[in-house]
Structures are given as structure tokens and as C-alpha cells.
């Protein structure tokens, strides 16, 4: 007899995107895309995880000022490790 198995894990998708980086503007704060904070389910400001390639994760403060939310205190420590400066 063959029983069908339920999965037990549920594939959870984490929010994404891609923004082109202009150093030296990008390398203090990281303008986020309103696309990217509509897929967010926790509230702004707040303290986010930033996983890089190498699988590291860096704690990073998301502000809301006048013109957006940005990336901001963290924000220098994860462009650094991840060699996206000059």
C-alpha cells in the first residue's frame, strides 16, 4: 500500500529585489522600492535581516523619512562585507 505524505514544510517566499548601486550616494543609506515594502508583513522602521551570497546575515535598520525608506545604520557594514564600494 502506497500512502500519500503531506509535506510538512510550507515553501515560504521571502521578499526580493534588485537595485542598481551608485557609490558613494548608495554606500551610507539604500533607498527601498515601494514594490519591495508592499510584500513586507512586519512594521517600518524596524530591524531587518540581510542575508548575502556567502550565507552571512547582517542586521540592518529600515527608516521611513519624508521621500521613502531606506537601509540605513547596518546598511555601511553589509556593503562593505559584500565588496559593493570602491
Known amino acids: ?4 505524505m503531506r509535506s510538512s514544510s510550507v515553501t515560504r517566499r521571502v ?3 534588485f537595485k542598481i548601486f551608485f557609490s ?14 508592499e510584500q ?8 531587518f ?3 548575502g551570497p556567502s550565507g552571512k546575515v547582517w542586521r540592518v535598520r529600515l527608516l521611513e ?10 546598511w555601511q ?4 562585507d559584500n565588496f559593493m564600494s570602491d
Not at 558613494?24 to 515594502?37: A, G, T
Open 1 to 4: 500500500m502506497v500512502k500519500k
Open 15 to 17: 521578499p526580493e529585489f
Open 24 to 37: 558613494p550616494e548608495s554606500f551610507n543609506k539604500m533607498k527601498i522600492p515601494v514594490e519591495f515594502l
Open 40 to 47: 513586507l508583513t512586519c512594521e517600518i522602521p524596524g530591524i
Open 49 to 51: 535581516s540581510l542575508r
Open 65 to 74: 523619512t519624508g521621500d521613502g525608506c531606506y537601509f540605513e545604520k547596518g
Open 77 to 80: 557594514d553589509f556593503v562593505i
